[in-house]
């Protein structure tokens, strides 16, 4: 971009672009401040936005990367182009993951309000919308961690006053899974501070036999234990393990100013193992690490366009912890929380299968900033006594606020998506139907009876 470009676009402040996308009569000059970088936009929309429709990108088959993502227009004729792609993306059956940088931009910025209302609207169209995901961690081995997550407690680089501790024993977790159940959580989650599992034969039979035993009570396991081969991976499959833990924190332009021992790339190795093993990914990142809304967009960028999206989508609200880097450096930074609503609200929409949990921080969050989280499309919550080496509200508080709000715990292993029916579209593209309105009032009822959703589904 031009420096007279960048200095106009900087001089345009951000809220006027989100005003202006919304109104048709002001989508011109939306238009026009977009076309002070139409090039980067028209490099990677060109190709979907005038890809042929045909029976066959219609047509869906549960595989993202075969799905309609090369549709120009959507199930209800909807076109994918600039200054359209919240209602393209609205009337998407099945997700897609060619999501361009500047698509995802695009939606970030829609008027708070509407941006919000509409993620609810979609996340009723694949999730039961009264269920919320009660979710436990426990921390089976803390400290003397040799990364420099400058963010971390846990990290051996930094003397926050943590003290490293030995792996704890089996019964130990068993005990912790069986409160955690008892509670209401219907996934038990192992983290770990290591860097990776390579030379740690032991440890891994031991996380084995843990993820069995959380099995055999009935409830979903997950795992963080740093970067991991596919042959350590098999074993914690083995055992019956439901999901990995592996976050790529932040945007891969300001990932280098929270991580130098591991780079972005590692990260997204990991996440690619885990996935092509067939366990589920639990990927997601911290807001409030002293990045830019930019960087926002860059974090849901690369995780929408991820080959599958992650099948849960953990959304963290840094502590800053005394002692690490991270809270010097965010001394003067507040994270807005409108930034964290704008955040889920767009993960929903371009990611709407993916389980979004409201993870470390929550409990900074007022009640009502966690409902708007809850309205916005986030379907999950950690609760139980710590967030690894950070408070967490604990489970009689959760519940008694999950009532009044009128939700219901999920139970596990429950397949919240609803299947969406592709609605018919034109063939030709002389014959593409006008934009008609999306469906979106399928569960007008917040608190409704599970059957009663089904049946109107
Ligand atoms: S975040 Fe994980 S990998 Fe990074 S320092 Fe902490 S424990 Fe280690």
Not at 154 to 178: C, D, F, H
Not at 266 to 293: F, H, K, M, P, Y
Request: hydrophobic share 35%; proline share 4%; net charge positive.
């Amino acid at each position: 971009m031009s420096t007279a470009k960048r200095s106009l676009k900087q001089f345009l402040p951000l809220t006027l672009t989100r005003k202006f996308n919304t109104k048709t009569h002001a989508i011109n000059a939306a238009a026009a401040i977009n076309n002070l970088s139409s090039r980067s936009y028209e490099e990677t929309n060109n190709a979907a936005a005038t890809a042929p429709v045909n029976e066959k990108n219609t047509k869906t088959n549960g595989n993202i990367n075969t799905d309609n993502g090369s549709m120009a227009i959507n199930a209800n004729g909807t076109p994918r182009t600039r200054g359209n792609i919240l209602q393209f993306a609205l009337g998407l059956t099945t997700p897609i993951n060619n999501w361009s940088r500047d698509e995802i931009r695009e939606i970030y910025n829609t008027p708070l309000m509407e941006l919000s209302y509409q993620a609810q609207l979609h996340h009723r169209k694949f999730h039961n919308p009264t269920k919320i995901q009660l979710c436990t961690l426990l921390n089976i081995k803390t400290g003397g961690c040799t990364e420099d997550c400058k963010y971390c407690a846990q990290s051996s680089r930094y003397n926050t006053g943590l003290k490293a501790e030995k792996m704890i024993p089996v019964e130990e977790v068993i005990e912790a899974a069986k409160e955690a159940k008892a509670n209401g959580s219907t996934r038990f989650c192992l983290g770990s501070a290591w860097r990776e599992m390579k030379g740690r034969k032991s440890a891994l039979k031991r996380i084995g036999s843990m993820i069995e035993a959380i099995n055999d009570m009935g409830m979903e396991s997950c795992v963080t234990l740093g970067m991991i081969q596919q042959d350590q991976l098999n074993m914690l499959k083995d055992a019956g393990l439901t999901a990995y833990n592996h976050n790529i924190d932040t945007s891969r332009e300001h990932y280098p100013n929270v991580i130098s021992t591991r780079s972005y790339d590692d990260r997204l190795q990991t996440i690619r193992n885990v996935q092509e093993l067939g366990v589920s990914a639990c990927t997601g990142g911290i807001l409030g690490l002293g990045e830019t809304e930019e960087d926002h967009v860059g974090f849901l960028h690369t995780l929408a366009t991820m080959p599958q999206h992650p099948e849960s989508l953990p959304i963290n609200r840094l502590v800053p912890i005394k002692g690490t880097p991270m809270h010097e450096m965010v001394k003067d930074k507040q994270l807005g929380f409108d930034e964290v609503l704008r955040t889920i609200a767009t993960a929903r929409i371009i990611m709407p299968k993916s389980i979004i949990r409201l993870a470390a921080g929550r409990y900074t969050m007022k009640e009502h900033e966690q409902f708007l989280c809850f309205m916005s499309g986030c379907n999950a919550i950690f609760t139980g006594k710590k967030m690894l080496t950070t408070m967490c509200t604990g489970w009689e508080e959760d519940k008694k606020m999950l009532a009044k709000w009128g939700f219901e715990p999920l139970e596990s292993f429950t397949k919240t998506h609803r299947e969406v029916k592709p609605k018919q579209v034109a063939v030709d593209a002389k014959e593409q139907p006008k934009e008609k309105k999306v469906k979106l009032n399928a569960y007008p009822l917040f608190a409704k009876k599970d059957k009663e959703l089904a049946a109107n589904n």
